[in-house]
């Protein structure tokens, strides 16, 4: 490669940066050098360790392109937090003047008494987060004689059909998980938080399932949904006369998980919800009553709206949990992938890959597009419900 | 018509003012509740029957106890060893749960409690470890706890989770909303900042403790993926992998021990989490009795 | 002086030290060992290790086992990086290639160097029937040890066959389908005909009866393999039948579980209602055949079933199982003790007895001929025998009688293995990444057969194009 294309990208980070930090500062001269150099730092962040690899002539449009935005995103990386810290630099000389009440004294001493954090977090999961960038770059197989650097190719890769299957497998499953264990456990929750004789004990039998761990919920419902001596079909056999192969058919495989992480992650729910309940004042749906409003309309129009922060606690914990909690749950009842790759999810492929097939540099690389997934949805996630969630209510 | 409806309606209401007194109140509420209790109870419930039983006893779809308590008793406890995982699950359990409430407390009075320059900086640290999950740093994790020459030990499935952003965080809010005037009371009996953490800050914070050691005592014994892929030694196994041996993958799955190595399992967290659920609610601040 | 001190301080702890040594050398060679198995299978090795350390009390052989022969490659490869592997570990056969190239392994042959015996245990490897012996010898080296090998065979329900007027098992692809079209057609008949566990072992299988390979360079025997090669006639006709048994309603197909997909048949075959035929490993003949009796049924084993339209007709078939592997890098002593081990545990006792609690087949000549006399019990019973193997209701009914006499349905996969042709087909394929290939196998057989209308010719396509990449990525990063 000749050495053109790396010059011309530290220019276009130098001007970019320069640009953006002339503009955010007041047009001062200081910034446009400091803009320039963070440009050209931001540039290189990823095309250093990479060795302009993407833009290698045999390299495909795919590369290019995901070369160009690792620049622009490389140079946003380090040009916000430099324009951050020149923003506190101006306030600093301020903010650190004179002592203020309820304080310690001592520079040290706050970061002895943080120092283990601190050391365990670099360690375990700054150090491994920037591993798995290095292994992302790698054909790297555990048992294996060498390895071999295959630029962006693991990343390219996953522009197919069955990643993009697994992305929406992934959704619709943990949709399916927030929406049926959100409504249920609302649902259960406001007959629990009312103040009948044994609440106490009904409450302690409703919660429970949270305490159980994923993989017993596989081990117990695979069971259930056994296609031999399974209970749930007995039931229906005997009910309906209908036999469902639960465990054994794309469309109802994905179910069967459903209802099993659904059962697992609803005592959660019924928990937060009957303390979010217990937590609204009577005088506000009393009023409502007044108002001539049913119960439902009070419900809607009232409770609901007191009970956002909740719902959207919930939304992103049971997320998460429906995004990277339910590979024991799914490994025990369809053996991961299920029929026709029917549960195939991206936390399950990065286990296949990962650790069955002990291909590290593709798990890597599927482990960050999934990290990038998550950022990208809890995000929306606060756009979306976060502005209109109701502080109020507590 | 009329006056038919209404004898009709008045005999049943007289009644009803008796059947009132004997039915609980709100029985709509309650039926409603014993069916939902009923119906998330079921599986756990069947699971213990069947680890009373064997395959035959399951698929003639036998709902009493079987006969087989015993043999199931022995391939869980004797020959596989499942109490032995339980015991590892435990060590593993308590000592993440009483580090990181101990290195949580260190890092919320550090924050709270002192003004340090780039304090700022280092909460932005913690705070993106919120977004990092474990699952996702696996490979390279075990890359290097390996070369620690931590494989299959215990400090493998310790020390990376003594740190914890949401720890923090629970303390930093906690102690923020306590008043000022009692750190500047112990200042003035010359405390230092670990005897008032130890002597005030923890006395008032036991709530708080309570509900970040039930989240992680049950993030730590339900613990799946990592154990899976660093401890390569049944000595020092966990049980949710250790639930694997009960699978018998040479001859048709046994149900039954498979079934009551699923209860006893569950056992410890559900105790842990029934038991501290009054703490969890107030450490959360989710209750009204504050 | 305080040199002095800290002198005095380094001669007593040499001193401590040298005095310790002796008591040390008195503690046995610790030996771990281990293995896939659960259940029976582990119960009768582990007694079989307290026997041996009980007759070596140099040695402490202590066994491991509860895994999946694909959990425990992944355990041996994870504990290889951890560098804590034992004295001994299980592949199955599939990963031989893998074994060998990863290093962690040592041969037979070459721990055995010029001695015929090790602390009087003889290694006659000449006995080991020679399919065995073939698979396991590479590169002109005795490398592994055979232990559980097997064949793939057919248990069939002769209640329900007979029920149905058929008196002889069907041998061919369309025998089975005429069977099932008589059992199916009966009043009272099972839910389904037939039924196998999704495994791409029983798809090698079917390849090898057509004398078709699974990789090219002689099925990797005349060079490594770099391409795989299973799109062929005999793949497509095999994914071809399965599909049209499975669209007409005669195959019972449970669901691929990655592979673990055994427990599915079992649970259909065993109880003895839902279905007629069972495809399925040798190992579990004993299990089958036990099973059955324990719940009314006659139980028979015959060779699996091959494609009568095959040119040559019925070529051969492979073997299966697994071997034992000696790992590289133990102390003189530990491998000493390592491979008396392994010769003892498969010794013509120990391996009749392996044989006649299992299913695999007896991998000694000597095994076979024993077991082929009147007297086998009393010559079993006085080289000390486990309590599994005591507990084994054939077992005790064989005393007396010769034992494949008794026992006929224990014979089948050796026999079917003894009479295949030896070409670089039926001997197996030897080639990198086999594990992770097999399970594509397993997974296009799962998509063809639950896909409706599926082309069977672009899913196995592009199983090949998949599973070819892996074997180059593994060439790539392994190749000599």
């Known amino acids: 490669m000749s050495l053109s294309t790396p010059i011309l990208i530290m220019l276009a980070g130098a001007l970019a940066g320069a640009g953006l930090f002339y503009g955010l500062n007041r047009r001062s001269r200081t910034a446009l050098v400091m803009g320039a150099l963070g440009g050209i730092a931001g540039s290189l962040l990823f095309m250093v360790p990479l060795n302009f690899c993407m833009f290698e002539t045999e390299r495909t449009t ?175 056999k005997n009910l309906f006369g209908i036999t469902i192969p639960w465990l054994n058919d794309p469309t109802y495989a994905p179910w069967a998980v459903i209802i099993a992480s659904v059962w697992k992650s609803l005592g959660f729910n019924i928990l937060f919800y009957i303390a979010g309940l217990q937590n609204i004042p009577k005088d506000l749906t009393e009023a409502a009553a ?72 593709k798990a890597a690389a599927q482990s960050i597009v999934l990290f990038l997934m998550v950022i990208g949805l809890t995000v929306i996630q606060f756009r979306t419900t976060g502005e209109r969630v109701n502080y109020g209510g507590a | 018509m009329t006056t038919l409806t209404e004898t009709q309606l008045q005999a049943p209401a007289a009644s009803a003012g008796l059947m009132k007194r004997l039915l609980p109140k709100r029985l709509g509420v309650h039926i409603f509740l014993i069916i939902s209790c009923i119906v998330i109870g079921f599986p756990l419930f069947y699971a213990m029957i069947v680890s009373t039983q064997e395959n035959a006893d399951v698929y003639r779809y036998q709902f009493t106890p079987g006969n087989k308590f015993e043999a199931n008793w022995d391939i869980v406890v004797n020959k596989r060893n499942i109490p032995g995982y339980m015991l590892n699950t435990v060590i593993v359990a308590v000592a993440v749960t009483v580090g990181k409430t101990v290195l949580s407390l260190l890092a919320g009075l550090a924050f709270v409690y002192f003004r340090f320059p780039g304090k700022w900086l280092v909460f932005g640290f913690v705070l993106i470890t919120l977004m990092m999950p474990t699952e996702i740093l696996i490979i390279a994790l075990f890359r290097f706890v390996n070369a620690l020459g931590w494989g299959s030990t215990y400090l493998a499935l310790i020390v990376p989770f003594l740190a914890s952003a949401t720890g923090t965080f629970l303390f930093r809010q906690h102690f923020s909303n306590i008043p000022v005037e009692l750190c500047e009371a112990a200042q003035l009996d010359g405390a230092t900042p670990l005897q008032f953490l130890i002597k005030v800050l923890v006395p008032i914070s036991w709530n708080t403790i309570g509900a970040l050691a039930v989240i992680q005592f049950i993030y730590v014994w339900n613990m799946y993926l990592w154990p899976v892929i660093i401890i390569q030694d049944q000595v020092h196994q966990v049980v949710q992998v250790g639930l694997q041996q009960l699978q018998g993958n040479d001859q048709a799955s046994s149900f039954g021990p498979m079934m009551l190595g699923a209860v006893l399992a569950s056992i410890p967290p559900i105790l842990v989490f029934v038991l501290l659920q009054k703490q969890f609610m107030s450490g959360f601040q989710l209750s009204t009795d504050k | 002086m305080l040199n002095r001190k800290a002198m005095a301080l380094v001669m007593a702890l040499v001193m401590v030290l040298l005095m310790a040594v ?68 299980q592949y199955n056969e599939v990963s031989t290639t893998l074994a060998r190239d990863s290093g962690n392994f040592k041969s037979i042959a070459d721990a055995l160097g010029d001695r015929t015996e090790v602390n009087g245990i003889p290694a006659n490897f000449d006995d080991f029937v020679a399919p065995v012996k073939n698979y396991y010898t590479l590169d002109g080296k005795f490398t592994s040890m055979p232990w559980n090998a097997s064949s793939a065979v057919m248990f069939s329900n002769m209640n329900m066959l007979k029920a149905a007027g058929i008196e002889t098992i069907p041998a061919t692809w369309a025998e089975m389908e005429a069977a099932c079209e008589t059992i199916m057609g009966q009043d009272g008949h099972p839910t389904y005909c037939f039924t196998w566990p999704n495994h791409g072992w029983f798809f090698e299988q079917w390849l090898a009866q057509q004398n078709a390979s699974m990789a090219n360079n002689d099925n990797g025997r005349s060079a490594r393999a770099n391409e795989v090669a299973f799109n062929s006639d005999a793949g497509y006709a095999t994914l071809s039948w399965l599909k049209s048994m499975y669209d007409k309603g005669y195959l019972y197909y449970g669901g691929k579980k990655d592979g673990d997909s055994w427990d599915y048949v079992d649970q259909s075959f065993l109880p003895g209602t839902e279905v007629a035929m069972a495809i399925y490993s040798s190992s579990d003949t004993a299990y089958y055949t036990n099973t059955g009796k324990t719940n009314g049924f006659d139980v028979a084993a015959s060779r699996l079933p091959y494609n009568q339209d095959a040119a040559g007709g019925w070529t051969g078939n492979i073997i299966g199982g697994g071997s034992l592997w000696l790992v590289n890098g133990l102390t003189q002593e530990q491998e000493d003790g390592a491979l008396t081990f392994l010769m003892w545990l498969t010794n013509t006792e120990n391996a009749a007895e392996w044989h006649q609690i299992t299913g695999y087949f007896p991998v000694r000549q000597s095994s076979i001929d024993l077991l082929s006399t009147d007297g086998w019990y009393d010559v079993l019973d006085a080289a000390g025998t486990s309590q599994v193997w005591k507990d084994d209701a054939a077992v005790q009914a064989g005393k007396g009688t010769s034992w494949f006499g008794a026992n006929p349905n224990f014979i089948v996969a050796a026999q079917q293995v003894a009479d295949s042709q030896s070409t670089p087909a039926t001997q197996g394929a030897v080639m990198g990444a086999f594990p992770d290939i097999r399970s594509i196998v397993t997974a296009a057989t799962d998509t063809v057969l639950l896909t409706p209308d599926a082309d069977v010719k672009a899913i196995l396509d592009q199983a090949v194009a998949d599973a070819t990449k892996l074997l180059q990525e593994y060439e790539t990063l392994n190749a000599p």
Do not use: H
């Open chain 3, 22 to 89: 002796p008591a040390f050398a008195q503690e046995p060679a610790q030996i771990a060992v281990w293995v896939a198995f659960g259940t029976a299978r582990l119960d009768w090795t582990t007694q079989k290790a307290a026997q041996f350390n009980a007759a070596f009390p140099q040695y402490n052989v202590v066994v491991e086992g509860g895994l999946t022969y694909e959990g425990l490659d992944q355990k041996i490869k994870l504990a290889a990086e951890q560098g804590t592997l034992p004295g001994i570990v």
């Open chain 1, 290 to 361: 007044i108002d001539g409003a049913n119960a439902i309309q009070r419900f809607i129009r009232v409770t609901f709206p007191l009970l956002s922060p909740i719902t959207f606690f919930l939304i992103i914990t049971n997320m998460t949990y429906a995004f990277f909690d339910t590979v024991g749950t799914v490994v025990y009842m369809t053996g991961g992938a299920g029929p026709l790759g029917s549960t195939n999810t991206l936390i399950f492929r990065i286990y296949q890959l990962g650790v069955q097939n002990n291909d590290l540099g």
């Open chain 1, 62 to 236: 795919l590369d290019i392109i995901l070369g160009l935005i690792l620049i622009v995103v490389g140079v946003l990386l380090v040009v916000i937090p430099l324009q951050w810290l020149f923003g506190r630099f101006v306030e600093r000389r301020i903010a650190f003047t004179g002592s203020q009440a309820g304080t310690f004294k001592g520079t040290f001493t706050p970061f002895l008494l943080l120092a283990p954090t601190i050391v365990i977090l670099a360690l375990f999961l700054y150090y491994p987060s920037l591993d798995t960038f290095r292994l992302s770059t790698l054909l790297y197989r555990l048992g294996a004689k060498r390895s071999a650097f295959v630029c962006l190719d693991n990343f390219t890769a996953l522009v197919d059909p069955d990643y993009l299957r697994s992305v929406f497998i992934t959704l619709g499953l943990s949709l399916a998980i927030v929406v049926l264990g959100l409504s249920l456990g609302l649902l259960i929750a406001t007959a629990a938080y009312q103040p009948v004789k044994g609440a106490r004990i009904y409450r302690t039998l409703l919660i429970w399932p949270y305490a159980v761990s994923p993989v017993v919920a596989g081990v117990v419902f695979a069971l259930l949904f056994n296609p031999a001596g399974g209970i749930i079909n007995y039931v229906l």
